[in-house]
T-cell receptor, first 110, second 117 residues
Framework: EDQVTQSPEALRLQEGESSSLNCSYTVSGLRGLFWYRQDPGKGPEFLFTLYSAGEEKEKERLKATLTKKESFLHITAPKPEDSATYLCAVLSGTASKLTFGTGTRLQVTL | EAGVAQSPRYKIIEKRQSVAFWCNPISGHATLYWYQQILGQGPKLLIQFQNNGVVDDSQLPKDRFSAERLKGVDSTLKIQPAKLEDSAVYLC???????????????FGPGTRLTVL
C-alpha cells in the first residue's frame, strides 16, 4: 500500500524567512508526485507535478524538487498570503487515484 | 474556464438521515472523482468514474454510500443512512483524461462540508 508522510505537521515562519516542507513516500512505481495548496474552507488548488527524480519546478516563491524517496517544497521569502495547508500526493501503479499525505499547515506572520 | 462546481456547500443532518451531494466537473473532463476529507487528514478517494463507468470504488462503503454519473457529466454522491463518522468534507475533482495510465492533473471543487449530529 502506498504511503505518504509529510513533515512538519505545522510550521510558523516570519515574513521573508525561507524554509522547506518535506514529503516522503513509499510506493510501487511512482508515476507522478503532486503538490496542492489548500486554504481553509476551499478545495485543494494544484501547484506542481513532478515525474522523475532530479526534476524541479518553480512558481513565484515556491520551488518543488523530487528524489527517489522524497520531495521538498522550498518557500523563499514567504509572505502572509502563502499561509495555507500544503498537500503532497502520489500517483502510482496502474491506478489513477491520488494518495495524499496529511499536509503541512504553514502560517506566515508579519 | 469555469472550475468544478459542487452543491450544497454546507449540510447538517441527524444520524440515520440521508443526504446527497452534486458535482459538475470542468467541461470536457472525462474523469470524475469523489474524495472524503476528514478534519486534519488528506483527501481519500471514494470513487472514480471515467465517462459514466466506474473505474475504482474499492474504498466506497457500499452499504451506505452510492454514486452515479449519468450521461458522463454531472455526478451525485448519496449517503443513506448517515453515521456520525461520516462528518467530513466531500470533494469532487475532475481530470481531462483518465484510465489506468493517465497522469492528468486532478482539479478540485470547493467541497461540501457535512456535519452529522
Amino acid at each position: 500500500e502506498d504511503q505518504v508522510t509529510q513533515s512538519p505537521e505545522a510550521l510558523r515562519l516570519q515574513e521573508g524567512e525561507s524554509s522547506s516542507l518535506n514529503c516522503s513516500y513509499t510506493v510501487s512505481g511512482l508515476r507522478g508526485l503532486f503538490w496542492y495548496r489548500q486554504d481553509p474552507g476551499k478545495g485543494p488548488e494544484f501547484l506542481f507535478t513532478l515525474y522523475s527524480a532530479g526534476e524541479e519546478k518553480e512558481k513565484e516563491r515556491l520551488k518543488a524538487t523530487l528524489t527517489k524517496k522524497e520531495s521538498f517544497l522550498h518557500i523563499t521569502a514567504p509572505k502572509p498570503e502563502d499561509s495555507a495547508t500544503y498537500l503532497c500526493a502520489v500517483l502510482s501503479g496502474t491506478a489513477s487515484k491520488l494518495t495524499f499525505g496529511t499536509g503541512t499547515r504553514l502560517q506566515v506572520t508579519l | 474556464e469555469a472550475g468544478v462546481a459542487q452543491s450544497p456547500r454546507y449540510k447538517i443532518i441527524e444520524k440515520r438521515q440521508s443526504v446527497a451531494f452534486w458535482c459538475n466537473p470542468i467541461s470536457g473532463h472525462a474523469t470524475l472523482y469523489w474524495y472524503q476529507q476528514i478534519l486534519g487528514q488528506g483527501p481519500k478517494l471514494l470513487i472514480q468514474f471515467q465517462n459514466n463507468g466506474v473505474v475504482d470504488d474499492s474504498q466506497l462503503p457500499k452499504d451506505r454510500f452510492s454514486a452515479e454519473r449519468l450521461k458522463g457529466v454531472d455526478s451525485t454522491l448519496k449517503i443513506q443512512p448517515a453515521k456520525l463518522e461520516d462528518s467530513a468534507v466531500y470533494l469532487c475533482a475532475s481530470s481531462l483524461g483518465g484510465g489506468g495510465w493517465s497522469t492528468d492533473t486532478q482539479y478540485f471543487g470547493p467541497g461540501t462540508r457535512l456535519t452529522v449530529l
